[in-house]
C-alpha cells in the first residue's frame, strides 16, 4: 500500500475543527459535572474519534489512487465522527447542520493547505484569497449566530388597545392584582432530607417531610434512568421526597393554599426557584403559595420518561396537599389552622399544566386508573387550575375537567409547545352543576416558553440549538412574567376569595390595559351562565347548527365548516364556520355578504333574559380568499370588523359593530428561529388560528325603527359591510346572562 508519506495531510486542522465542535456539544451535554470539564470531555473525543476515524480510513485505502491517501482519511474521519456526534448531542436540523459543518470542514483544509504553502515561502493569491475568504464566513456566521433577531411581522401591527375608549378596571377603583398586597411574607422550605444535591432541601429546611413510593405509578424507573438518577440524587421510585418552598402570609389565617409545580427541563439546572415572583406576589396578598420540586423526574441525559412520569407529576401534588392538611390539623403544629383548605389553587408550567389537570381528576378517583393497586383517597376542594403554556398529549389518558375554575396561558412565541394545547383542556371542561364556575384563556404574543419560570429565560432550547432561536422577538422576560402576574392572580381572587369584579378582565383585556404591558392579548371566557347556541360540531351539513337553528348566507365567496389545525398539521379539536367575502375594490351599497342564523320557536322560549351577545371569532388568511378570486394585484391584510344584526320575530331589528366592543385582532404570526425555511421544516406555518371571546352587551345594539322584542328574538346576522374583502372564523355564537 502505497501511504504516500511525503504528502501533506490536513489532518491537524480538520483534528482542531472538529475539537471545537465537540466541545461546543460537550458543553451544553447537561451531566452534572461542571460545564468546562464537560467542555473538555467533548474536545477529547472530537480527537479521538476523528483521530482513531481517520488510521481506520487509511487502512482502508478508500481511493489511494485518485486522491492523497493521508488527505481523504482526514477528510473522511472529520465527516464520519461529525455525523456520529449529530446523533447523539449537537441537535441542529439536518438542513442546517450538515452544509454548515461540510463548509467547516473545506475551508479546513483550505486554511491548512493555504498556511502549509504560504509557511514554504511560496507566494500563491489562492492561498490569501482562502484564508481571507475562511475568515470573513466565519466572522458573519458568528455575528449571525450571536444576533438575538427581530420580529419580521412588527410594522404588521398596529399598537394594541389603540381604539379601546372603554373605562379600566383602574378607573373603577379596582386594585392591580400584580401590585404587592399587604401582608408580610416568609420564605422557607420543607423537605424529606433526603436530597444529596441541594441543602435547601436537605440541611435547610424548616419542616422534616415523610418520603413516597411512586413504584405503582412509574414503573419506567428502570435501566440507565433509574441507575444515573439514584446516584445523583441519593433516592429511588420508592422513596420520592416531598420537597416545597414556601410563601407564608404571615397572619393568623387561614389562608388560600396554591401549589405551583414546574415543567420538563434539565433535571440538574433545577426549576422550583423559578415561581418566586408569583408565590411572593401571591403570599403578599393574602395566599400560601408553595412551589413545588419535582426535579427528579425531569429530564437527564441517562433519558426522559417521554411522558410516562406524568401521572407521578400529578399524584406527587395530591400528595403535597395530604401533607399540608396534616399540618393545619396537627394541634401544637407551628401550621396548624394556617390553611383554608376549602379554597385550593393548582399551577402548572408546560408538563406541569398538564399534571394539574391530571391532579384535578385524580383528586376524584378512588384508585389509579393505570393500575389499581395503587389506592387514591384525596378529594380536597380544589376549586382552580391554572396551566401555563401546558402541554396536553403527554399522558396517553386524554382529561375531560368538571366543575372548576381553570385559566390557560400561551405565548404565540413558544418554540416549545408552539401551538396552545390549553385550549383544548379548556374546550373539554363541563359545568354541570349551579355553582358559579367559570374558565378562561388568554394567548400572549411574543411571549415565548421559558420566560414564564425566572431561571429558564428566553431560550426555550438549550445550545447550540438556542443560537437559531428568534429571541429578538420575544417581550422581556420582566414584562412576560408582569402579564403572567395580573391575569394569575385576578384568577386567584376570583376562583379562591370570591373576588369576581377582576373577571372583566377575561371578558375584555382592554379594561386591564393600564395594569398590563403593551401587547396583543387574545381573551376567552365563559362561565356556568354561558350559553352556547351554535358551535359547529353538530354534523355535516352547513345549513343546520344543531336541532335549535339553520343557517342563512348570501354573497359569500368561501362558506365551509372544518376542524382547525394546529401550525404543525395537529388537531386543536374544534370544529369552525370558514366564511369570505370579495366585493372587489370597494363595499357595494346593495348585495352584501352575510352569515345569518335562524333560530326556532323552541330556542327563543328557552332565553329568559339577554346580557350580551357572546361571539367566538378570529381573522382568517385572506391568501385563501385570493387563490379563488385572483386579484390584480397583491392585497394587504385588510382590517376587519362587520355589523351584528339582531332581529325579532316581527322583523324590527337593532345592529352594532363588533369593534364599538373590542376590535377583532389581526393574525398574530410568528418567527421561531432566524431562518424562515426552518421555521417551515420544524414548526410548519408561521400562523394559526387562535380564536378570541366577544362580549357585546343589548344596549350597544342601536335600533333600526322600533326596537326589536328581545324575547322573540329570532335571527342573528352577520354583515360584512366593513371591508371589501376579507376571511373569518366562526367558532360558537351564544348568549351570556
Known sequence: MNLKPETPTPFPALLIFNAIVFSIAGYYFATGLPVWLMALIGGAIGLLLTTALYYLFRLLGWAADQVPLRAAAAVMGALLSLVLLKAFAFRWPDELFYPVMLLGVFFSVVIYYALLRLSQQRTAIWAWAGIVLALILLVAGLQWLGNEGADPFADDLPPPFEKSSLPTLADQGLDNPAARGDFAVQEFTYGSGTDEQREVFR???????????????????????????????????????????????EGNGPFPLVL?????????????????????LLASRGFIAVSVDENFINGHWSGDFRGKEMPTRAWLLLKHLEQWAQWNGAAGHELAG?????????IGHSRGGEAVSIAAAFNRLSHFPDDAREL??????IKGVVALAP????????????????????????????????????????????????????????????????????????GPFSWLLNRGALVPGEAQREAAKVFISAFAEAALKGNREYLPLFRNVAVGRDWLPENYYLTHFADTASRTLVDFEDDLDLRTAGREATIHTENLKIWQEEELKTRDGGSQENNVAIVGWDYGEQVPADSLAMFEIVFSDTTLSLIDSVGSLRLVLAAGKHQELD??????????????????????????????????????????????????????????????????????PMEAFQPEGAPPNLSELQRIRLVFDQSAYGLIVIDDIGFQP
Not at 212 to 220: G, M, Q, R, T
Not at 376 to 381: Q, S
Not at 638 to 667: E, F, N, Y
Open 338 to 346: 394556617k390553611v383554608d383548605l376549602e379554597n385550593i389553587l393548582l
Open 627 to 696: 387563490q379563488l378570486t385572483k386579484p390584480a394585484k397583491k392585497r394587504d391584510e385588510p382590517v376587519l370588523d362587520l355589523r351584528i344584526v339582531l332581529i325579532d320575530r316581527q322583523g324590527r331589528s337593532a345592529s352594532t359593530l363588533l369593534s364599538a366592543t373590542k376590535a377583532l385582532a389581526p393574525r398574530l404570526k410568528s418567527r421561531f428561529t432566524k431562518l424562515a425555511g426552518l421555521d417551515k421544516d420544524l414548526v410548519g406555518e408561521e400562523w394559526e388560528v387562535q380564536p378570541e371571546t366577544f362580549f357585546l
Open 260 to 280: 405551583m409545580v414546574h415543567g420538563n427541563h434539565s433535571m440538574i439546572d433545577y426549576s422550583d426557584g423559578g415561581y418566586a415572583y408569583l408565590g411572593d
Open 203 to 249: 440541611e435547610d429546611i424548616r419542616f422534616r417531610t415523610p418520603t413516597v413510593d411512586a413504584s405503582l405509578l412509574l414503573p419506567d424507573w428502570k435501566g440507565k434512568k433509574k441507575k444515573w438518577r439514584e446516584k445523583y440524587w441519593g433516592f429511588g421510585v420508592s422513596d420520592f421526597p416531598l420537597n416545597g418552598r414556601v410563601h407564608l402570609p
Open 391 to 462: 402541554t396536553d398529549y403527554r399522558y396517553h389518558r386524554q382529561i375531560s375537567l368538571e366543575n372548576i375554575n381553570f385559566l390557560s396561558l400561551q405565548g404565540a412565541y413558544d418554540a416549545d409547545e408552539t401551538s396552545f394545547w390549553g385550549m383544548r383542556a379548556y374546550r373539554r371542561l363541563q359545568f354541570t352543576d349551579n355553582q358559579p364556575w367559570f374558565k378562561a384563556g388568554v394567548y400572549l404574543h411574543r411571549a415565548n416558553h421559558g420566560q414564564f419560570n425566572s431561571s429558564w429565560g428566553r431560550s426555550d432550547f438549550g
Open 376 to 381: 387514591f383517597d384525596f378529594n380536597f376542594n
